[in-house]
């Protein structure tokens, strides 16, 4: 019987070279510690990397030189204030229905 390409004898199972075996407990924990180092570090460099980001690239629409100005007035004094504004609202109100 002939042989077809599908029939041929199938290779044998190629072990996996000896620096590919599992890790002992020791071998993980001496590993770790580096890991856990450098690990730490590119945490450390990403985060000054952000406040990199956030001092050069500020896209505020905020004006740095301007004064912030306080509202000193007391809370007397702005319901006062709200009160004569609403005043306004409603003389200005009565003029526009008389014009319609």
């Given amino acids: 019987m002939a042989q077809t390409r599908n029939s041929k004898k199938q290779p044998k199972a190629i072990a996996p070279p000896s620096r590919c075996r599992p890790l002992s407990n020791r071998s993980a924990t001496s590993c770790a510690a580096p890991i856990r180092e450098k690990e730490k570090a590119a945490k450390d460099l990403e985060t000054k990397a952000a406040g990199i980001d956030a001092a050069v690239f500020d896209l505020k629409a905020v004006n740095p030189h301007a ?33 319609l």
Avoid at 67 to 94: C, F, H, N, W, Y
């Fill in 67 to 99: 004064v912030a100005k306080a509202d000193e007035r007391t809370p007397q004094e702005m319901i006062d204030s709200i009160a004569q504004q609403g005043r306004i609202v409603s003389e200005a109100l009565m003029r526009l229905s008389v014009l």
